[in-house]
């Protein structure tokens, strides 16, 4: 039963008593550690002046200098030493200061000899997660990293290639994926390694901005264009005039103005509501959405013509629960943004909550896990974050809400996708009771986007409790 540490098994004893320190060197050699013992704090310290011990183990009360007075001086020059402390009968209160006080632990005389291998392996599997954390984050440099985008797989290492080929160019890009994926942040990626990196990239939320004032935001208007226009408005196609515009949710764009869109792309001039002149526009196109443009071209919702002048270059953005391998660099990566943010020092995911990070299927993608990595911090104490930390529905390993299984038969993503957003509108307008500005605020979705799921999924409101 000898451990296998992942780090020195080096381990440095420092007591008075002949007897403990021969009992220790037994009980260490016999584990497979590697012991040296010394008579006394001074002579401890001196020794670690000269060699690596990962673990000292050390009596409290000593002549001369103590161990807690020790500890102090081990936690000011050797701060990766982990340091036991062993009590003498009725003085766990005093083991406890030094807990407090940077020691990892303690045990109390007279000891078990399995008792002390224990803590041992508890100090070298910590140290192991402690490693594999730190790879994990060094592995967020260049490797699987573009411009704050993570990712180890192939899927995302193919949208990075992608990237890389198409900033450089004018073209227009599609990028499609799920609420939560990252497209701005993809389309901002774009943007800056192009050579319009230097001039503006505008971005904004078709779905966010009511029809009757979208096409006045997008190409501007002329002073009494209509009633309340009381002076000339530039549009964001000019304000992105030599840089970038980018369009998120495309998707939601009324037909009318997806027309003038089409012209705009075509022409390479604006015309701003009021006026008769066009205006030359040199920008570049970036859309997203996260809906199956496809599918409402086939039934009529939105303009062939338009999508195929914007399916240029398409890049999809996988799902989270498509590529898991990136999930542990992803939370590490989370973890040392929130250590900064909150002034923490979290260095350990427990494996137990890692296991529920990785079995849960995260419906709000890297958004969600963002945010669950945020609550978990703010909630988890010491130096590890475990899987009490989790938000509820992670710690179940599972989605809140699930579509059918696919053993039904059905393997059809589209329409196994379809089930997941009909069951999710449901349950947000139940917990809002009906109201559906609150609902979008928890689907993350626009109230025009809320709108046509409804429809499209026969959904409606549900009867207010009480009624």
Known sequence: MSPTPPFSKRVLVVDDEENIRHLLLVVLKKAGYEPTAVGGAREALALLERESFPVVISDIRMPGMDGREMLARIQQDHRDTYVVMMSAYGSDEVALDCVKEGAYDYFSKPFQSDEVVLLLRKIGERERLTQENERLREELGERFQFDNIIGHGDEMQRVFHTVRKIAPYKTTALLTGESGTGKELLARSIHKNSDRGARPIVAVNCGAIPDNLLESELFGHARGAFTGAHKAKTGLFQEADG??????????LPVGLQVKLLRVLEEEEVRR???????????????????????????????????????????RIPPLRERKEDLPILANHFLGRFNRKFSRNVEVIEPDALKALLEYQWPGNVRELENAMERAMILSEGDRLGRDDLPPQVRAAGPGVRTRRASDGDLSIKRQVALLEAELIRRALEQTEGNRTHACRLLEISHRALLYKMKDYGIEIPARKGS
């Open 243 to 252: 840089g970038t515009l980018f369009l998120d949710e495309l998707a939601e």
């Open 273 to 315: 509501v009021g006026e008769n002149r066009p205006e030359s526009v040199d920008v570049r196109l970036i859309a997203a959405t996260s809906r199956d443009l496809e599918a409402m071209v086939a039934d009529g919702t939105f303009r062939e013509d338009l999508f195929y002048r914007l399916n240029v270059v398409h890049i």
